[in-house]
């Protein structure tokens, strides 16, 4: 099934500049570049992005986090684009994501974990809703 997803390469993705090296990966398994923009994400938009989380311990931190710095916000669309994204970026926490994922190869720590996939189709709608309104 063809689906749209939401992929953000996160501040410290940016910082270290891992942006080319990021995005080779989604278009090397053939996902498709819809749209793609360098910015800043605003209070707001951080604020509805995670709004499971919120009143979890780390949800401060994880707000100024993705507001400290610019990322890269990108729609990728193709077949099954939401699990392959998932399955590129690895486990939450760099700790645990397998070497040859993203996490795995491009972060230290949960705290800046270089990217960000919708994890549903339904969240892929809201967040593209969110970031490309
Ligand atoms: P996901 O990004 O793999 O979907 P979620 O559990 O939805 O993971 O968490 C959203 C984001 O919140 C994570 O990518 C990470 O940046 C941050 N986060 C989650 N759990 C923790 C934690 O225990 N400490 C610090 N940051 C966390
Ligand atoms: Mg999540």
Known sequence: ??????VMLKPDAVANRHIGQIIARFEAVGLTIEKLELTNVTPEQAAANYQEHQGKPFYDGLISYITSGPVVKMVLSGK??????????????????????????????????????????ESAEREIAIFFA
């Not at 099934?1 to 939401?6: A, F, N, V």
């Not at 998932?86 to 926490?93: D, E, I, S, V, W």
């Open 80 to 121: 099954n684009a939401v699990a392959i994204t998932r399955k590129l970026m690895g486990a939450t926490n760099p700790l645990d994501a397998a070497p040859g994922t993203i996490r795995g190869d491009f972060g230290l720590i949960m705290d800046a974990n270089v990217v960000h996939g919708s994890d549903s189709v």
């Open 1 to 6: 099934m063809i689906q749209k997803t939401y």
